[in-house]
């Protein structure tokens, strides 16, 4: 009985090892590059030991304008997230409260997430260009809603619903308001869920790549498609990519060893019981 219970540990160990390899080592692989010259990035087979130069970084942050672009990406993701965590948090409130827009709603808040966003593309642009919010970064905010803030609402509804409904009925006995009740009791109980939402719509937004390839000019460019560019007719600048690639990684990083806590928190009070 030892022996086979420690025959399917080892067995599952290698399975996680497996499949960590696997999404580990191209990320490895891309930090590696990024520290590479012309010479030794493309050299075939590749070379595993050579001196590291940060000249893909210091070409990436003085000629590439990395700022600006990393600049628009910030503003249009905690924009998006900002306003989808406001309207999402009151109409999953309402949903989960008072059934508004009965059982229906739930299901029409999922059915929306089912459609291609390649769908929406060129209305978007069509629309845009008409109202002049093309290549700004409120075309590229009210874009990012339309798919950010179902999903911000489908999430906070399963939060909600975690929080103990006699906790509204003891405050609503105690004379307090539905806005009161929201805002004091049910918001402060599923914080940990509500920066959770925040945290996987600000890298919804972050990652986005099709809209802001299409709605976006030179001046409002997001980092997705600014790096994209660094691969032309010419060649790709792989160094140059791979380094600005973990830059614009860095800031998920950051944000996950912040608030780790919170998001698993948050992950485990919208977990659905079975």
């Known amino acids: 009985m030892v022996g ?26 891309v930090l590696r590059t990024s520290f590479a010259d012309k010479v030794v990035a493309y050299q075939m087979p590749p070379q595993l030991l050579f001196a590291p ?12 304008d990395f700022g600006s672009f990393f600049l628009n990406s910030l503003i249009v993701a905690l924009t998006t997230t900002a306003i989808a965590l406001l309207l999402g948090a009151l109409a999953a409130y309402a949903i989960d409260r008072f059934r508004t827009g009965g059982p229906v709603m739930p299901l029409a808040i999922l059915a929306t ?25 409120l075309g590229l905010v009210i874009t990012y809603l339309t798919f950010n803030l179902p999903y911000v609402v489908w ?19 105690d004379g307090a308001g ?8 049910v918001l ?25 390839l299409m709605l976006t000019g030179q001046q409002t460019k997001t980092l997705p498609v600014a790096i994209s560019s660094l691969v032309t007719q010419q060649g790709t600048a792989i160094g140059a990519v791979c380094a600005s690639t973990m830059l614009a990684i860095a800031p998920m990083v950051l944000i996950y060893f912040a608030i780790r806590k919170l ?5 485990s009070l919208g977990a659905v019981k079975g």
Not at 115 to 130: A, D, E
């Open 188 to 212: 402060p109980a599923a914080l940990p869920g509500i920066g959770a939402a925040a945290v996987l719509s600000f890298v919804l937004c972050w990652n986005e790549f099709l809209f802001a």
């Open 53 to 64: 130069t940060l000249d893909n970084y210091r070409d990436v942050l003085l000629r590439f």
């Open 178 to 185: 539905p806005f009161t009740v929201f805002w004091r009791i």
């Open 113 to 137: 997430q089912m459609m291609p966003p390649i769908v929406l593309v060129i209305p978007f642009f069509l629309i845009f260009k008409q109202l002049g919010l093309a290549d700004s970064h």
């Open 155 to 173: 999430l906070l509804m399963s939060f909600f619903r975690r929080v103990p409904r006699e906790l509204d009925e003891a405050a609503l006995i």
């Open 4 to 29: 086979e219970s420690r025959w399917v540990q080892w067995v599952s160990h290698l399975i996680l090892g497996s499949a960590s390899a696997m999404v580990l080592l191209p990320l490895l692989w």
């Open 263 to 267: 998001l698993v928190a948050g992950l």
